[in-house]
């Protein structure tokens, strides 16, 4: 099963949205399937922007317990939906993705915004 970064993007809205920083089952996300948001929830875990554990003995319902520092980081670049269109329309023409690299194009972005506004942002 192939990464979707809207739905990577959707569901960690959706985990920033839950009341407390806690979900007792992961959200259903309008469009996508349930295995669909298991898989990239999955793969959040592994890239170390959520943190989880089981609620059942038998490990088959997942907890979100929270974005970690870097899944918030990670939103907060994602969030304007502009950027997130201007990230997808760079990577599509690059041809291929990863989250470090979109996280490097949307800061790329904001940037520009920031030098836009007369910033001077040195290195």
């Known amino acids: 099963m192939k990464r979707n970064p809207d739905l990577i993007r959707h569901l960690l809205l959706a985990l920033e949205d839950a009341p407390d920083a806690e979900l007792l089952r992961l959200p259903s ?3 996508y ?19 989880a ?9 997942w907890i979100a317990v929270r974005l970690t520092w870097g ?4 939103l907060e670049r994602m969030r304007d939906p502009a950027i997130w269109r ?5 990577m599509g023409k690059a041809g291929a993705w990863s989250l470090e690299t979109m996280g490097t ?3 790329a972005i904001i940037m520009t915004r920031l030098e836009t ?5 040195g290195s």
């Open 29 to 31: 996300l309008e469009g």
């Open 86 to 90: 201007q990230t997808k329309k760079a």
């Open 33 to 51: 399937a349930s295995h669909q948001v298991k898989h990239r929830f999955r793969l959040l875990l592994e890239a170390g922007l959520v943190t």
């Open 117 to 121: 506004l007369g910033l001077e942002l």
């Open 71 to 74: 899944g918030h980081e990670y």
């Open 105 to 107: 194009v949307a800061k």
């Open 53 to 61: 554990g089981y609620t059942s003995p038998h490990g088959r319902r």
